[in-house]
């Protein structure tokens, strides 16, 4: 049984992998940890989630609330999950993490890191999200000369970040695929008199609305036709779900930096 703690259990994606965690046979959650001054500090963690059956306390003490654990799973901030990778390294505990607006410093210190402990890194534990990323690299490279290359991505009002990690990904998954250095074709806005759209472009487009929990769209458009991939999430379960599995597969691998491709076998 993998003895899983969860970091920013409070949060709606902590609760959910909380919450199934304590549903899964081949899992046990025993710590919950949040910032201090949270209001949920203190409380049971199936009180917060809105579920029975534990006993487990959220906490805001780092170290001891890690200390049991087999795998840690952290969905909090940038700047809060490079304190807790830091803790487990200190503790030698392997850590999955899905924060996204990491900035590019910030996934160089996670990479180094990972020299210490395994580290599953990805903006989306999406199963479908990962075969769909394995899907645009082997595509993007027999359109990308003929066709205008287009990412939109959806989310509820709440989200942070813009574009998310996971519209950033899919754009840079296409970008190594054609040769082309994302910094210098990706399109995050167009207004006025902007001019023809050159071939080269990468397009990546944001909508904040409402609840939607994640929507993402790769259009590769031609004269004549064109070819859409669509991912849609209509719960945060599916996330939740493929952090257990990345952390399930994470307890037994050496130190690294390891993604969801690498977790399904898609390397």
Known sequence: ???????????????????????????????ALEKCGHGAVGRNFGEVAGVAGTTVVISDNVGDTISPAGVVIDFTSPEATLEHVRACVASKKPIVIGTTGLTDDQVRQIRELSGSIPIVLSPNMSVGVN????????????LANDYDIEIVEAHHRLKKDAPSGTALKMAGVI?????????????????????ERTRDKIGIQTIRAGDIVGEHTVLFGAIGERIEFTHKASSRDTFAAGALRAALWLQDKSAGLYDMQDVLGLK
């Open 1 to 31: 049984m993998l003895k899983v703690v969860v970091v920013g259990a409070a949060g709606k994606m902590g609760q959910r992998i909380g919450v199934l965690a304590l549903q899964h046979q081949q899992v046990e959650l025993v710590g």
């Open 131 to 142: 075969l769909l990323l394995k899907v645009l690299a082997d595509v993007a490279p027999v």
């Open 175 to 195: 970008a190594q695929a054609i040769d082309r250095n994302l910094a210098d074709v990706a399109v995050y806005a167009r207004q006025g008199m902007i001019g």
